[in-house]
Nanobody
Framework: VQLQASGGGLVQAGGSLRLSCAAP???????????MGWYRQAPGKERELVAD???????NYEDSVKGRFTISRDNGKRRVYLQMNGLKPEDTAVYYC???????WGQGTQVTVSS
């Protein structure tokens, strides 16, 4: 059982997608206390942190996505989201969610941005 990421797809440049990550109680008994993050890995590149959000909803963003992406969380639904606007071809990657606090990963969801 893993964190369950969804919401990826194919979109044209300038478009938007919203990724969602669910944290089942079977693997993450206390979701609200964890720092959560979204990572991405493009072909031939290392996995990188895109954004993270603390238990108090303090957020941090990788420079290239600032002003375009927004990370948020809903502790009641045990979900973390990544709203991606103004998508660019260079955002194409597999996106993963992670409980940074516990080093638990999701299975990844493909985002492809066409020019």
């Amino acid at each position: 059982v893993q964190l369950q990421a969804s919401g990826g797809g194919l979109v044209q440049a300038g478009g938007s997608l919203r990724l969602s990550c669910a944290a089942p109680t079977t693997i993450l008994s206390v979701f609200s206390a964890d720092t959560m993050g979204w990572y991405r890995q493009a072909p031939g590149k290392e996995r990188e942190l895109v954004a993270d959000i603390s238990s108090r909803s303090t957020t941090n963003y990788e420079d290239s996505v600032k002003g375009r992406f927004t990370i948020s969380r809903d502790n009641g639904k045990r979900r973390v989201y990544l709203q991606m606007n103004g998508l660019k071809p260079e955002d194409t990657a597999v996106y993963y969610c992670r409980s940074i606090s516990r080093n638990l990963w999701g299975q990844g969801t493909q985002v492809t941005v066409s020019s």
